[in-house]
């Protein structure tokens, strides 16, 4: 099973509203990553956010984790039609090798 | 050029064929992932590999097999494709632990 799920799966909102996706894990992390995906492209890292962090920023996009309830949100604010695509968390897990494994994705659509 | 990329972008194949997806990196970094990407299921993790000639399954290893005798190259082979390992496969690499992820551009698969 995936160690990520992001919530809700798809979010559909008007240019300039801000956007929440929330994700869940399931096992102890050392961090936590969102990553963006365009159509048919490969993903791009956006922010990551450490376990010991509770709170991070970077332009538009605020992230939170909190590991009590093993969960993370990602809010983008004042939303643009550029940021049309799908969102997905990632975790490192604390044991063993440091693999990467993703949530099924919030695919979000900016109405202009 | 700098970065990872994955050859070849699209291939088609027959059922019980062997082919092999090609994956290669210029930094050096130590880890690498190979993901299938299927509607309705995210990113899977297939292979990854901590550093050269260490490799470890992930959640769907079922016929693949991976080898990494250079740090900056990771083939995925299919021994003998079957029609359910239709899909997008992305390539990743990491430095270390608690950096983010680099992917490829994808290649996307279709057995017939």
């Known amino acids: 099973s995936q160690q990520g799920e992001e919530d809700p799966q798809a979010l559909s909102i008007q240019e300039g509203e801000n956007a929440t996706m929330n994700c869940s894990y399931k096992?102890?992390?050392?961090?936590l990553q969102w990553y963006r995906q365009n159509s048919g492209r490969g993903l791009v890292h956006l922010i990551l956010?450490?376990?010991?962090?509770r709170e991070k920023h970077s332009g538009r996009l605020r992230v939170t984790l909190d590991t009590s309830k093993k969960s993370s949100s990602l809010l983008i604010t004042a939303s643009r039609a550029a940021d049309t695509a799908s969102y997905f968390c990632?975790?490192?897990?604390?044991?063993?090798?440091?693999?990467?494994?993703f949530g099924i994705g919030t695919k979000l659509q900016v109405i202009p | 050029d700098a970065g990872i990329t994955q050859s070849p972008r699209y291939k088609i194949t027959e059922t019980g064929r062997q082919v092999t997806l090609m994956c290669h990196q210029t930094?050096?970094?130590?880890?690498m992932f190979w993901y299938r990407q299927d509607l309705g299921h995210g990113l899977r993790l297939i292979y990854y590999?901590?550093?050269?000639?260490?490799?470890d399954k992930g959640e769907v290893p079922d016929g693949y097999v991976v080898s990494r005798s250079k740090t900056e190259n990771f083939p995925l082979t299919l021994e003998s494709a079957t029609r359910s390992q239709t899909s997008v496969y992305f390539c990743?690499?990491?430095?270390?632990?608690?950096?983010?992820?680099?992917f490829g551009q994808g290649t996307r698969l279709t057995v017939v």
């Open positions: 990743a690499s990491k430095a270390n632990r608690g950096t983010e992820a680099f």
């Open positions: 990632a975790t490192d897990a604390t044991q063993g090798y440091q693999k990467v494994t």
């Open positions: 590999s901590a550093a050269a000639d260490i490799t």
């Open positions: 096992t102890s992390i050392n961090n």
């Open positions: 956010i450490r376990s010991n962090e």
């Open positions: 930094w050096s970094h130590s880890y």
